[in-house]
């Protein structure tokens, strides 16, 4: 195993015992960091570096910005097809609800991910993944929910899997059976006969690590998400729910009810909704890039969820209709302009707290015996991560310990 000094770097460690010293960004100016192995054995000063450290192979890194690698915790990158088109029916007044009733939406993408082999399918979400390692991620969650039969929401997370063993970089997997209602079923015919029989074997073959659902007018009603969440958690598996995106379901609550990691979108969500999840520890993860898209005009709760003290973490969303959206710097961007986010709320939205919303507890973080999770980049400050748009000054990436 490795042991790298990292020195001559400015630190944004999102630590909470060095923002709390009013540092938004947990900054360390001068620092150094120490890396044994998959974990970091020391960050601070770089003058109150421990002699033995000094020993250790080094590395000077020009006095560039190092955060935590970034974290990418809502995508459904997987799938196969391609939507541009609805994005020519929306411009010409369609809405995007409108246009999933007439079958095109979540069901098109459907279709051509049913079609498509396990190794296409890999093969189309290797360069999406890719996009998103330039950022400077180095964890990403990805969701099923594109099959809505067993075979192919195996299919999809056998690739979530395997895309960690083509590439440096941590895949947390979703289960998102209840996404869309397949014709010609009917929702409780289809959670019952399918959604239910396929979460049992996903996690009978490790291939789930967390359970979601799409609660919406056009898709399940809270009650039906509640089945799947009682099954989840016979199963021990973590619940995240889409929710409040579109209109008021009553998502978010259900969500608190089931102490879910976090509850997703939340345009429509209330005051009472920031509360339920400040008191049941659920993360609100804001997407961007579906508001944009879809040019929505109803903003989420930003300062219910900034009073209630609920973590606020950001995501791509990256997915074929609602957010073709593959960078997670220009979704801090984007978190920033449309929903007036600080930089630092953004820099830990992509980090601490997008760690939080995957149950992650080592990593988001620059912190000793935490994976050495890092990006470096060719930035003066850390709000300019927030701040430039379309770049990627991404230096390097070290993901478990190992430069990639
Ligand atoms: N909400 C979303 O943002 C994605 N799924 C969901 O439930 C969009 C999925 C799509 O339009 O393909
Ligand atoms: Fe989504």
């Known amino acids: 195993m490795s042991q790298l ?3 001559h770097l400015q630190a944004a460690t999102l630590s909470p015992a060095q923002t709390r010293n009013g540092q938004l960004y947990g900054e360390l100016p001068q620092a150094a960091i120490a890396i044994d192995g998959e974990r970091i054995a020391w960050v601070g000063p770089e003058t109150a570096c421990p002699d033995h450290y000094r020993n250790w192979e080094t590395l000077d890194l020009g006095g560039r910005l190092v955060t935590p690698g970034l974290i990418d915790c809502h995508t459904h990158l997987v799938f196969a097809g391609n939507r541009a088109h609805e994005f020519e029916l929306r411009l010409q007044g369609m809405d995007y609800a409108g246009i999933a009733r007439a079958g095109g939406g979540i069901l098109s993408t459907v279709r051509a991910t049913r079609a498509a082999s396990a190794d296409e399918l890999l093969a189309a979400a290797l ?3 890719d996009s998103l390692l330039a950022d400077g991620v180095t964890s990403v969650e990805i969701k099923s929910g594109y099959g809505l039969d067993t075979e192919t929401e195996l299919k999809i ?3 979530a899997r395997r895309l960690a063993q083509e590439r440096p970089v941590r895949i947390i997997s979703t289960y998102l059976g209840a996404h869309a209602i397949p014709a010609p079923l009917d929702a409780d015919t289809y959670i019952d006969s399918i959604c239910l029989p396929t979460l049992r074997q996903a996690h009978a073959e490790g291939l789930v690590d967390q359970v979601d659902g799409f609660c919406e007018n056009i898709a399940f009603n809270p009650r039906q998400i509640e089945t799947v969440f009682r099954l989840a958690q016979t199963l ?8 409040e995106q579109l209109s ?3 998502g978010t609550r259900l969500a608190a009810r089931y102490r879910a990691l976090s509850a997703d979108h939340l345009e429509y969500a209330t005051e009472a909704d920031a509360e339920a999840m400040a008191a049941a520890g659920t993360v609100a993860v804001l997407l961007p890039g ?11 709760p930003i300062d219910a969820l900034r009073r209630h003290r609920v973590p606020v973490a950001l995501a791509t969303d990256l997915n074929p209709g609602s957010s073709p959206l593959y960078s997670l710097l220009m979704t801090m961007n984007m978190a920033c302009t449309l929903f007036r986010l600080t930089p630092a709320e953004a820099l830990s939205g992509v980090t601490r707290h997008a760690a939080a919303a995957l149950g992650l507890t080592d990593c988001g973080m620059l912190a000793p015996g935490l994976r050495a999770d890092l990006a470096v980049w060719d930035v003066e400050s850390p709000a300019e991560l927030a701040w430039r748009m379309a770049d990627r000054p991404l230096y390097r990436r070290l993901s478990a310990g190992c430069w990639a």
């Open 5 to 7: 000094l990292l020195h």
């Open 127 to 129: 360069p999406r993944l």
């Open 157 to 159: 997370l056998r690739v």
């Open 236 to 243: 021990g598996l973590p619940c995240k729910l889409h929710a």
């Open 248 to 250: 008021h379901q009553g």
């Open 290 to 300: 579906a508001f944009y898209a879809l040019q929505e005009k109803q903003l989420p």
